[in-house]
Protein backbone atom coordinates (compact mmCIF):
# COMPACT_ATOMS: atom_id res chain seq x y z
CA UNK A 1 0.00 0.00 0.00
CA UNK A 2 1.10 3.26 -1.30
CA UNK A 3 -0.55 6.00 1.56
CA UNK A 4 -2.89 5.17 4.14
CA UNK A 5 -6.53 4.17 2.70
CA UNK A 6 -8.53 5.36 5.66
CA UNK A 7 -8.39 8.19 7.94
CA UNK A 8 -9.62 9.13 11.44
CA UNK A 9 -12.81 10.71 9.84
CA UNK A 10 -13.73 7.17 8.32
CA UNK A 11 -12.96 5.58 11.68
CA UNK A 12 -15.25 8.11 13.49
CA UNK A 13 -18.04 7.43 11.22
CA UNK A 14 -18.09 3.91 11.25
CA UNK A 15 -17.80 3.67 15.46
CA UNK A 16 -21.12 5.58 15.39
CA UNK A 17 -22.51 3.26 12.50
CA UNK A 18 -21.72 0.64 14.67
CA UNK A 19 -23.12 1.79 17.46
CA UNK A 20 -26.24 2.75 15.86
CA UNK A 21 -26.23 -0.77 14.61
CA UNK A 22 -25.50 -2.75 17.67
CA UNK A 23 -28.51 -0.83 19.51
CA UNK A 24 -30.56 -1.79 16.63
CA UNK A 25 -29.98 -5.11 16.87
CA UNK A 26 -29.31 -5.70 20.74
CA UNK A 27 -32.79 -4.61 20.94
CA UNK A 28 -34.93 -6.46 18.69
CA UNK A 29 -32.80 -9.42 19.99
CA UNK A 30 -34.24 -8.44 23.80
CA UNK A 31 -37.95 -8.39 21.97
CA UNK A 32 -37.04 -12.32 21.61
CA UNK A 33 -37.60 -14.78 24.30
CA UNK A 34 -34.46 -16.46 24.95
CA UNK A 35 -35.18 -19.78 23.48
CA UNK A 36 -35.58 -17.40 20.01
CA UNK A 37 -32.51 -15.88 20.84
CA UNK A 38 -30.20 -19.25 21.25
CA UNK A 39 -32.31 -21.23 18.90
CA UNK A 40 -29.52 -22.56 16.19
CA UNK A 41 -30.83 -21.07 12.43
CA UNK A 42 -27.75 -22.80 10.77
CA UNK A 43 -25.67 -19.42 10.63
CA UNK A 44 -22.12 -19.73 10.59
CA UNK A 45 -21.91 -19.77 14.34
CA UNK A 46 -25.72 -21.11 14.79
CA UNK A 47 -27.64 -18.84 16.69
CA UNK A 48 -28.47 -15.13 17.34
CA UNK A 49 -26.89 -15.35 20.66
CA UNK A 50 -23.69 -16.98 19.50
CA UNK A 51 -23.07 -14.65 16.83
CA UNK A 52 -23.29 -11.61 18.76
CA UNK A 53 -20.77 -13.75 21.51
CA UNK A 54 -18.27 -14.11 18.11
CA UNK A 55 -18.66 -10.22 17.10
CA UNK A 56 -18.57 -9.00 20.67
CA UNK A 57 -15.02 -11.51 21.23
CA UNK A 58 -13.90 -10.46 17.52
CA UNK A 59 -14.03 -6.60 18.19
CA UNK A 60 -12.47 -7.32 21.40
CA UNK A 61 -9.39 -8.57 20.12
CA UNK A 62 -9.32 -6.49 17.39
CA UNK A 63 -9.62 -3.31 19.40
CA UNK A 64 -7.11 -4.39 22.40
CA UNK A 65 -4.36 -4.32 19.50
CA UNK A 66 -5.48 -1.46 18.23
CA UNK A 67 -5.83 0.79 22.00
CA UNK A 68 -3.70 -1.64 24.03
CA UNK A 69 -6.22 -2.37 26.02
CA UNK A 70 -8.55 -5.08 27.80
CA UNK A 71 -9.00 -8.32 25.68
CA UNK A 72 -11.41 -10.98 25.45
CA UNK A 73 -11.82 -13.79 27.69
CA UNK A 74 -10.71 -17.28 26.55
CA UNK A 75 -8.93 -18.72 22.79
CA UNK A 76 -10.71 -17.34 19.72
CA UNK A 77 -12.31 -20.88 19.61
CA UNK A 78 -14.27 -20.09 22.54
CA UNK A 79 -16.16 -17.14 20.95
CA UNK A 80 -18.94 -17.95 20.20
CA UNK A 81 -19.82 -19.08 24.20
CA UNK A 82 -17.77 -16.59 25.79
CA UNK A 83 -20.17 -14.35 26.54
CA UNK A 84 -23.76 -14.77 27.33
CA UNK A 85 -27.30 -12.91 26.62
CA UNK A 86 -26.64 -10.97 29.96
CA UNK A 87 -23.30 -10.15 29.92
CA UNK A 88 -23.54 -9.17 26.22
CA UNK A 89 -26.64 -6.73 26.76
CA UNK A 90 -24.09 -4.73 29.55
CA UNK A 91 -20.83 -5.21 28.18
CA UNK A 92 -21.80 -4.38 24.44
CA UNK A 93 -22.48 -0.37 25.05
CA UNK A 94 -19.29 0.16 27.07
CA UNK A 95 -17.25 -1.48 23.82
CA UNK A 96 -18.95 0.79 21.61
CA UNK A 97 -18.29 3.60 23.66
CA UNK A 98 -14.82 2.41 23.86
CA UNK A 99 -14.46 1.92 20.33
CA UNK A 100 -15.81 5.64 19.76
CA UNK A 101 -13.45 7.02 21.70
CA UNK A 102 -10.32 5.20 20.30
CA UNK A 103 -11.42 6.22 16.96
CA UNK A 104 -11.75 9.89 18.57
CA UNK A 105 -8.26 9.85 20.24
CA UNK A 106 -6.51 8.41 16.41
CA UNK A 107 -4.13 10.75 14.25
CA UNK A 108 -3.89 9.86 10.76
CA UNK A 109 -0.06 9.04 11.74
CA UNK A 110 -1.35 6.38 14.09
CA UNK A 111 -3.18 4.85 11.00
CA UNK A 112 0.64 4.38 9.00
CA UNK A 113 2.50 1.02 8.78
CA UNK A 114 2.30 -2.21 10.27
CA UNK A 115 0.49 -4.18 13.13
CA UNK A 116 2.01 -7.07 14.56
CA UNK A 117 0.62 -9.28 17.01
CA UNK A 118 0.55 -12.74 18.20
CA UNK A 119 -2.46 -14.54 16.47
CA UNK A 120 -3.03 -17.44 19.20
CA UNK A 121 -5.54 -18.96 15.59
CA UNK A 122 -2.25 -19.41 13.59
CA UNK A 123 -0.13 -19.82 16.58
CA UNK A 124 2.60 -17.43 15.02
CA UNK A 125 3.43 -13.63 15.22
CA UNK A 126 1.59 -11.70 12.14
CA UNK A 127 2.32 -8.19 10.74
CA UNK A 128 -0.80 -7.10 8.11
CA UNK A 129 -0.67 -2.92 7.35
CA UNK A 130 -2.87 -1.10 9.88
CA UNK A 131 -5.25 0.27 7.90
CA UNK A 132 -5.96 -3.18 6.56
CA UNK A 133 -6.66 -4.46 9.85
CA UNK A 134 -9.02 -1.51 11.15
CA UNK A 135 -11.04 -1.98 7.33
CA UNK A 136 -11.17 -5.40 8.35
CA UNK A 137 -12.32 -4.41 11.93
CA UNK A 138 -15.48 -2.56 10.58
CA UNK A 139 -16.10 -4.94 7.66
CA UNK A 140 -16.20 -7.99 10.30
CA UNK A 141 -18.46 -6.15 11.98
CA UNK A 142 -21.16 -5.40 9.31
CA UNK A 143 -20.80 -9.02 7.49
CA UNK A 144 -22.05 -10.40 10.85
CA UNK A 145 -24.40 -7.77 11.96
CA UNK A 146 -25.55 -9.17 8.32
CA UNK A 147 -26.30 -12.94 9.50
CA UNK A 148 -27.86 -11.59 12.58
CA UNK A 149 -30.31 -8.80 10.70
CA UNK A 150 -31.43 -11.87 8.51
CA UNK A 151 -31.75 -14.20 11.40
CA UNK A 152 -34.13 -11.20 13.59
CA UNK A 153 -36.11 -10.74 10.93
CA UNK A 154 -36.69 -14.51 9.66
CA UNK A 155 -37.73 -14.36 13.71
CA UNK A 156 -40.12 -11.32 12.84
CA UNK A 157 -38.01 -8.89 14.52
CA UNK A 158 -37.69 -5.50 12.41
CA UNK A 159 -34.28 -4.08 13.23
CA UNK A 160 -33.92 -0.15 11.87
CA UNK A 161 -32.78 0.60 8.68
CA UNK A 162 -29.05 0.03 7.66
CA UNK A 163 -28.03 2.36 5.48
CA UNK A 164 -25.18 4.39 6.46
CA UNK A 165 -26.75 7.35 5.12
CA UNK A 166 -29.95 7.01 7.37
CA UNK A 167 -27.61 7.12 10.05
CA UNK A 168 -29.00 9.18 12.54
CA UNK A 169 -27.19 12.28 13.90
CA UNK A 170 -27.49 10.92 17.21
CA UNK A 171 -26.84 7.37 18.73
CA UNK A 172 -30.47 5.87 20.56
CA UNK A 173 -29.33 5.68 23.80
CA UNK A 174 -29.10 1.83 25.17
CA UNK A 175 -32.00 0.67 26.95
CA UNK B 1 -12.17 10.04 3.79
CA UNK B 2 -11.30 6.89 2.07
CA UNK B 3 -8.83 6.50 -0.26
CA UNK B 4 -8.52 5.43 -4.43
CA UNK B 5 -6.68 2.62 -2.62
CA UNK B 6 -9.86 1.26 -0.18
CA UNK B 7 -11.84 1.10 -3.05
CA UNK B 8 -9.43 -0.81 -4.97
CA UNK B 9 -9.19 -3.20 -1.90
CA UNK B 10 -12.86 -3.12 -1.34
CA UNK B 11 -13.45 -4.18 -4.93
CA UNK B 12 -11.21 -7.30 -4.54
CA UNK B 13 -12.92 -8.00 -2.22
CA UNK B 14 -16.30 -7.46 -3.61
CA UNK B 15 -14.67 -9.60 -6.44
CA UNK B 16 -13.85 -12.49 -4.17
CA UNK B 17 -16.66 -12.93 -2.06
CA UNK B 18 -19.60 -12.62 -4.66
CA UNK B 19 -17.78 -15.63 -6.46
CA UNK B 20 -17.81 -17.53 -3.66
CA UNK B 21 -21.51 -17.09 -2.81
CA UNK B 22 -22.15 -17.79 -6.29
CA UNK B 23 -20.51 -21.08 -6.01
CA UNK B 24 -22.08 -21.69 -2.88
CA UNK B 25 -25.55 -20.79 -4.01
CA UNK B 26 -24.52 -22.71 -7.77
CA UNK B 27 -24.62 -26.20 -5.58
CA UNK B 28 -28.41 -25.56 -4.02
CA UNK B 29 -30.90 -26.38 -6.03
CA UNK B 30 -32.94 -23.42 -8.00
CA UNK B 31 -35.93 -24.32 -5.39
CA UNK B 32 -33.18 -23.82 -2.18
CA UNK B 33 -32.16 -20.20 -3.93
CA UNK B 34 -35.20 -19.15 -4.24
CA UNK B 35 -36.91 -20.01 -0.59
CA UNK B 36 -38.34 -17.45 1.37
CA UNK B 37 -36.12 -17.49 4.33
CA UNK B 38 -37.67 -14.24 6.08
CA UNK B 39 -34.44 -12.22 5.02
CA UNK B 40 -35.32 -8.66 4.54
CA UNK B 41 -35.56 -9.34 0.81
CA UNK B 42 -36.54 -13.08 1.38
CA UNK B 43 -34.60 -15.51 0.04
CA UNK B 44 -31.10 -16.25 -1.57
CA UNK B 45 -32.03 -15.48 -4.79
CA UNK B 46 -33.99 -12.30 -4.20
CA UNK B 47 -31.03 -10.50 -1.84
CA UNK B 48 -28.56 -11.09 -4.15
CA UNK B 49 -30.36 -9.32 -7.02
CA UNK B 50 -31.02 -6.42 -4.72
CA UNK B 51 -27.71 -6.55 -3.81
CA UNK B 52 -26.93 -6.13 -7.91
CA UNK B 53 -29.35 -3.80 -8.03
CA UNK B 54 -27.93 -1.36 -5.56
CA UNK B 55 -24.50 -1.44 -7.22
CA UNK B 56 -25.76 -0.89 -10.27
CA UNK B 57 -27.65 2.08 -8.89
CA UNK B 58 -24.63 3.49 -7.07
CA UNK B 59 -22.63 3.08 -10.22
CA UNK B 60 -24.86 5.13 -12.36
CA UNK B 61 -23.68 7.77 -9.58
CA UNK B 62 -20.53 7.04 -9.41
CA UNK B 63 -19.16 5.95 -12.64
CA UNK B 64 -21.87 6.39 -15.03
CA UNK B 65 -23.77 2.85 -15.92
CA UNK B 66 -27.06 2.91 -16.58
CA UNK B 67 -28.95 2.66 -14.01
CA UNK B 68 -31.70 -0.33 -13.11
CA UNK B 69 -35.22 0.56 -14.78
CA UNK B 70 -37.13 -1.34 -11.47
CA UNK B 71 -37.27 0.84 -8.28
CA UNK B 72 -36.18 -0.17 -4.87
CA UNK B 73 -39.40 -2.48 -4.32
CA UNK B 74 -38.87 -4.37 -7.44
CA UNK B 75 -35.06 -4.87 -6.77
CA UNK B 76 -35.16 -8.31 -5.57
CA UNK B 77 -37.26 -9.54 -8.24
CA UNK B 78 -35.46 -8.14 -11.21
CA UNK B 79 -33.72 -10.98 -12.52
CA UNK B 80 -35.70 -13.78 -12.50
CA UNK B 81 -33.02 -16.87 -13.73
CA UNK B 82 -30.09 -17.92 -11.59
CA UNK B 83 -27.78 -18.25 -15.03
CA UNK B 84 -29.11 -14.66 -16.12
CA UNK B 85 -27.77 -13.21 -12.34
CA UNK B 86 -24.60 -15.03 -12.13
CA UNK B 87 -23.94 -13.64 -15.25
CA UNK B 88 -24.82 -9.76 -14.54
CA UNK B 89 -22.93 -10.16 -11.44
CA UNK B 90 -20.14 -11.19 -12.53
CA UNK B 91 -19.89 -8.50 -15.27
CA UNK B 92 -20.57 -6.16 -12.83
CA UNK B 93 -18.10 -6.82 -10.36
CA UNK B 94 -15.51 -6.51 -13.43
CA UNK B 95 -16.54 -3.19 -14.26
CA UNK B 96 -16.19 -2.25 -10.19
CA UNK B 97 -12.99 -3.57 -10.39
CA UNK B 98 -12.01 -1.28 -13.33
CA UNK B 99 -14.05 1.39 -11.82
CA UNK B 100 -12.05 1.29 -8.57
CA UNK B 101 -8.18 0.75 -10.82
CA UNK B 102 -9.18 4.12 -12.26
CA UNK B 103 -10.66 5.93 -9.69
CA UNK B 104 -8.32 8.70 -7.83
CA UNK B 105 -8.26 10.71 -4.61
CA UNK B 106 -8.87 13.64 -5.99
CA UNK B 107 -11.81 11.95 -7.55
CA UNK B 108 -13.25 11.15 -4.07
CA UNK B 109 -13.08 14.88 -2.52
CA UNK B 110 -16.11 16.83 -2.97
CA UNK B 111 -20.48 16.48 -3.16
CA UNK B 112 -21.81 13.91 -4.99
CA UNK B 113 -25.77 15.33 -6.30
CA UNK B 114 -28.19 12.56 -7.81
CA UNK B 115 -31.79 12.57 -7.77
CA UNK B 116 -33.58 9.99 -5.79
CA UNK B 117 -36.76 7.87 -6.81
CA UNK B 118 -36.92 6.69 -2.94
CA UNK B 119 -36.89 10.13 -1.57
CA UNK B 120 -37.95 11.99 -4.59
CA UNK B 121 -35.82 14.57 -4.02
CA UNK B 122 -32.22 15.90 -4.81
CA UNK B 123 -30.02 14.71 -2.63
CA UNK B 124 -25.97 15.77 -2.40
CA UNK B 125 -23.69 13.44 -0.17
CA UNK B 126 -19.93 13.65 0.22
CA UNK B 127 -18.42 11.46 -2.37
CA UNK B 128 -16.05 9.25 0.08
CA UNK B 129 -19.31 8.75 2.32
CA UNK B 130 -21.34 7.28 -0.81
CA UNK B 131 -18.28 5.18 -1.63
CA UNK B 132 -17.85 3.94 1.56
CA UNK B 133 -22.09 3.12 1.82
CA UNK B 134 -21.91 1.28 -1.32
CA UNK B 135 -18.90 -1.29 0.12
CA UNK B 136 -20.76 -1.53 3.54
CA UNK B 137 -24.15 -2.14 1.70
CA UNK B 138 -22.53 -4.93 0.19
CA UNK B 139 -20.74 -6.61 3.20
CA UNK B 140 -24.18 -6.34 5.41
CA UNK B 141 -26.31 -8.01 2.18
CA UNK B 142 -24.16 -10.32 1.99
CA UNK B 143 -23.67 -10.94 5.27
CA UNK B 144 -27.81 -11.77 5.04
CA UNK B 145 -26.88 -14.25 2.04
CA UNK B 146 -24.32 -16.17 4.15
CA UNK B 147 -26.74 -16.59 7.10
CA UNK B 148 -29.14 -18.33 4.40
CA UNK B 149 -27.37 -20.15 2.66
CA UNK B 150 -24.58 -21.76 5.55
CA UNK B 151 -28.90 -22.72 7.05
CA UNK B 152 -29.33 -24.16 3.41
CA UNK B 153 -26.22 -26.32 4.31
CA UNK B 154 -23.98 -24.46 1.43
CA UNK B 155 -20.19 -23.62 2.93
CA UNK B 156 -18.89 -20.27 1.17
CA UNK B 157 -15.30 -19.35 1.18
CA UNK B 158 -13.67 -17.02 4.36
CA UNK B 159 -14.67 -13.60 4.45
CA UNK B 160 -12.46 -12.11 6.79
CA UNK B 161 -10.71 -8.95 4.54
CA UNK B 162 -7.37 -9.68 5.85
CA UNK B 163 -7.60 -13.34 4.69
CA UNK B 164 -8.15 -12.06 1.35
CA UNK B 165 -5.53 -13.41 -1.11
CA UNK B 166 -2.92 -11.45 -2.98
CA UNK B 167 -3.67 -13.15 -5.84
CA UNK B 168 -7.48 -11.84 -6.38
CA UNK B 169 -7.35 -9.69 -9.29
Known amino acids: MTE????????QMMARYNAWQNYSLYREAKGLSAEAR?????????????????????????????????????????????????????????????????????????????????????????S???????MQFFNHQTHHRGQVHAMLTAAGAKPDDTDVPMMPDEVPEWR | MISAEFCRTMARYNAWQNRSHIAAASGLSEAERQAERGGFFGSIHGTMNHLLWGDTMWMSRLAGWDAPDERLQQSAQRITRWEDLVAARNIADVGILDWAEAVTDAGLEGELRWYSGSLQAEISKPHWFCVQHFFNHQTHHRGQVHGMLTAAGAMPEDTDLFLMSDEEP
Do not use: N
Open chain 1, 4 to 11: TPITPAYC
Open chain 1, 38 to 126: DLDRGAFWGSITRTLSHLYWGDMIWLSRFDAGEAPEGPGKGSPDAYSWERLWTLRPQLDARIAAWTWSLDQSDLDGDLTWYSGAAQKEM
Open chain 1, 128 to 134: LPKALCV
